[in-house]
């Protein structure tokens, strides 16, 4: 019954390797995101997208990239992964500008 | 861009009421203002949403001035499970641009016996 799934929950790699995040949403909703939570707790949002349209913050560093197979899912790929990368990675989807559901997130940590 | 501004933190104890304010002097028309919560080890959930004067649903109540420059989150009678980050979002609806979906740092509440 869970509305904002996301795999895996936790994640632990090497510098320079390459990552993906899935996140899966069955509240048939139009948007989904994609945010990072640092140690400081600072929520910074990432991406939001649609059907028709991917809208990036552009302090996202073009190693990070989210990809849709469907409405229903929007996975986030991370290239040749940093340090700095370590955070929380929070998905969630809403419909237009309404309430924002977010899932569990997922705790990358770059050795 | 609509920055926000919030406490960092507040102290309350069970029982009483609890009003966080948030700071958005750049706030465009098409904004709205959301607040969310937020648990260790969770993700931030949805409390309230307004545009603007006064929201209230079953958990919280929103107040929004008519210059809509800032916003107040008003937590009724808490309780110890009320203790958690408390994040001030103002953003457009969609369409416009994405960089106006910004989260203030959220302001950590302590609720006390």
């Known amino acids: 019954d869970t509305a904002v799934s996301q795999t895996p929950k936790y994640l632990v790699t090497q510098m320079g390797n390459d990552k993906s995040i899935k996140c899966e949403q069955n509240?048939?909703?139009?948007?989904m995101y994609w945010y990072k939570q640092d140690s400081k707790k600072f929520l910074k949002i990432m991406f939001s997208y649609n059907n028709k349209e991917l809208i990036i913050n552009e302090t996202v560093p073009n190693r990070f990239s989210p990809k849709s197979p469907d409405k229903a899912h929007l996975n986030l790929h991370i290239n040749s992964l940093e340090l700095g990368d370590s955070a929380v990675y929070f998905c969630?989807?809403?419909?237009?500008?309404?309430?924002?559901?977010f899932g569990p997130g997922t705790r990358l940590t770059v050795t | 861009l609509a920055k926000t501004t919030q406490p960092i933190s507040m102290d309350s104890y069970e029982g009483q009421e609890v009003n966080i304010t948030c700071s958005h002097n750049?706030?465009?028309?098409?904004?709205?203002i959301t607040w969310y919560q937020q648990f260790p080890s969770q993700g931030p959930r949805f409390i309230i949403q307004?545009?603007?004067t006064k929201v209230t649903n079953e958990v919280a109540s929103l107040f929004i001035p008519a210059d809509r420059k800032s916003s107040t989150l008003s937590l009724p009678r808490v309780s110890l499970s009320d203790t958690a980050v408390y994040y001030c979002l103002v953003g457009e609806s969609y369409g416009g641009s994405q960089g106006n979906l910004i989260f203030g740092k959220g302001t950590k509440l302590s609720v006390k016996p």
């Open positions: 307004g545009y603007k």
């Open positions: 969630a989807s809403s419909h237009l500008n309404y309430e924002q559901y």
């Open positions: 750049n706030i465009a028309t098409n904004d709205y």
């Open positions: 509240l048939g909703h139009d948007t």
